[in-house]
């Protein structure tokens, strides 16, 4: 699920809306037609217009550019064209230009590196257990030497 906000929206109104308080940046929607992602809002920039007491403007008035891509893109290019820009976040469409999800840096990175980045805002309660499990795992995707051919030669008899 993808929180995402309405662009009449008012820094207020964002500010009011719990949903948004864990997120750094938010997917803002053309009010006609959900599909269409205009692009992201940082939450920092919201705070910082809030001191300015900017609290009857829009998230249209603060709304920055956001990359997108098909759904069959590769992720080397997402992670150049995420690099070139200097961004964190980009969109999936498909073939029909609908929005179908997010992509982050992070989850670029934890594509190429084939393992779960966690961090401090992840909910992990006991991180030696989670190291003992991600062992683990590791262990039942190697091979086991015991079970090598090499090992099973054929028994000789004498005449």
Same mark, same amino acid.
């Given at each position: 699920?993808?929180? %995402?906000?309405?662009?009449?929206?008012?820094? =207020?109104?964002?500010? &009011?809306?719990?949903?948004?308080?864990?997120?750094? @940046?938010? $997917?803002?929607?053309?009010?006609?037609?959900?599909?269409?992602?205009?692009?992201?809002?940082? @939450? &920092?920039?919201?705070?910082?217009?809030?001191?300015?007491?900017?609290?009857?403007? @829009?998230?249209?008035?603060?709304? =920055?550019?956001?990359?997108?891509?098909?759904?069959?893109? $590769?992720?080397?290019?997402?992670?150049?064209?995420?690099?070139?820009?200097?961004?964190?976040?980009?969109?999936?469409?498909?073939?029909? /230009?609908?929005?179908?999800?997010?992509?982050? %840096?992070?989850?670029?990175? !934890?594509? %190429?590196? /084939?393992? !779960?980045?966690?961090?401090?805002?992840?909910?992990?309660?006991?991180?030696?257990?989670?190291? =003992?499990?991600?062992?683990?795992? &590791?262990?039942?995707?190697?091979?086991?030497?015991?079970?090598? $051919?090499?090992?099973?030669? $054929?028994? =000789?008899?004498?005449?």
């Amino acid at each position: 699920m993808v929180e %995402m906000a309405e662009e009449s929206m008012t820094l =207020r109104e964002f500010y &009011q809306n719990d949903a948004y308080r864990t997120y750094s @940046r938010i $997917p803002v929607y053309n009010e006609e037609n959900d599909d269409y992602i205009r692009g992201y809002v940082l @939450r &920092q920039t919201i705070l910082e217009k809030l001191t300015e007491d900017k609290f009857d403007n @829009r998230l249209s008035d603060i709304v =920055r550019p956001v990359l997108t891509f098909s759904e069959n893109e $590769p992720v080397s290019n997402i992670w150049e064209k995420l690099l070139a820009k200097k961004e964190h976040i980009s969109i999936i469409i498909d073939e029909y /230009g609908c929005f179908r999800g997010i992509v982050t %840096m992070e989850d670029v990175i !934890e594509t %190429m590196l /084939g393992t !779960e980045i966690v961090d401090e805002k992840d909910k992990v309660t006991d991180m030696q257990e989670f190291a =003992r499990e991600k062992w683990q795992e &590791q262990q039942q995707d190697t091979l086991h030497l015991d079970a090598h $051919p090499l090992d099973a030669s $054929p028994e =000789r008899t004498e005449a």
